[in-house]
């Protein structure tokens, strides 16, 4: 008996599961298609997750994915967020959810970002993805050569002046206490 039970869990198992019974009903959009943004800075989009089902949806993780569009560079997904993966609330039939991702632009360059969204049960279903979101990353220049010589040259003749003034002071009083002993 025990075997008929193990082999129709396994049949089961290896049964193709399609993506409607995984997560039927939910679809993802986000609130802009491209982002233009400089280096260093930070950037934000929104994704909103909708139950289109006749049911309430439980068990969802809405996960965050960052890839390099060009090829110029690896990404490492936790220097760009830090928060990427949500575990979302049951959603009523007909309600949506909207996420706010915020990013930090870390490398120049072209990148993907979209939002995927699976069962917290692990089942072997592909997931409900929102469309690709293009981010494109100038590169920003933050040495102006024009203002810097007069910090480059100010500084160190300012530190210059400053031990002078000390190194005399200090020459001074000495001649001064010699003065005062022999008196």
Do not use: Q
């Not at 993907?112 to 049960?121: D, E, F, M, N, T």
């Not at 592909?126 to 480059?152: E, M």
């Amino acid at each position: 008996m025990r075997r008929v039970a193990l082999a129709a869990l396994l049949a089961a198992a290896l049964l193709p599961v399609s993506p409607a019974a995984a997560t039927p009903g939910v679809s993802i959009s986000v609130d802009r298609k491209t982002i233009t943004t400089n280096l260093g800075h930070t950037f934000v989009f929104h994704s909103t997750i909708t139950n289109g089902s006749e049911g309430s949806l439980h068990g969802l993780i809405a996960h965050l994915n960052v890839l390099s569009l060009d090829g110029r560079f690896y990404v490492d997904p936790e220097d760009w967020s830090s928060h990427r993966t949500r575990y979302l609330a049951p959603i009523p039939a007909g309600h949506s959810v909207r996420i706010s991702w915020s990013l930090a632009a870390v490398n120049e360059g072209h990148l993907g970002v979209y939002v995927a969204v699976l069962p917290r049960s692990g089942a072997a279903v592909p997931p409900v993805t929102a469309p690709i979101v293009s981010v494109s990353i100038a590169d920003r220049r933050t040495l102006d050569s024009g203002g810097i010589l007069p910090l480059a040259l100010g500084l160190p003749a300012l530190l210059g002046v400053l031990t002078l003034g000390v190194r005399l002071r200090r020459r001074r009083g000495r001649r001064i206490g010699v003065t005062r002993r022999v008196c």
